[in-house]
């Protein structure tokens, strides 16, 4: 069973920085759309970034936009979103998805994903 698995959550303060990352081993990776997504509590998971296949295309949330940096590295099946000026906001379980057959660019609203990690915490304090 090919899972995802994103590592690099942690404890934050407002104002730093994270790099999140999403190993997919045992994936054609090159051919899916990646992205990631995140849950806070009490809240529906909601969309954050993609990155096209080739890595050339990304889309944001509003809410991430100019803070939030995706990409990808075809070569190592691995799916980076580096955070910076973290916000206590942004606190949440956040997934890394696989699609292939969406665009980056519609992403967010692709109900049904390929695969799904299990998660990685971040927390931010104030």
């Known amino acids: 069973q090919v899972q995802p698995v994103e590592s690099g959550g942690a404890l934050a303060q407002a104002g730093d920085s994270l790099r999140l990352s999403c190993a997919a081993s045992?994936?054609?990776?090159?051919?899916?759309?990646m992205g990631w997504f995140r849950q806070a509590p009490g809240k529906d998971r909601e969309f954050v970034a993609a990155v096209s296949r080739s890595g050339i295309s990304t889309y944001y949330a509003d809410s991430v936009k100019e803070r939030f940096t995706i990409s990808r590295d075809n070569a190592k099946n691995t799916a980076y979103l580096q955070m910076s000026s973290l916000k206590p906001e942004d606190t949440a379980t956040y997934y890394c998805?696989?699609?292939?057959?969406?665009?980056?660019?519609?992403?967010?609203?692709?109900?049904?994903?390929?695969?799904w990690g299990k998660g990685t915490l971040v927390t931010v304090s104030s």
């Open positions: 998805a696989a699609n292939r057959r969406s665009t980056a660019q519609a992403m967010g609203v692709s109900g049904v994903m390929d695969y």
């Open positions: 045992g994936l054609a990776f090159s051919i899916y759309v």
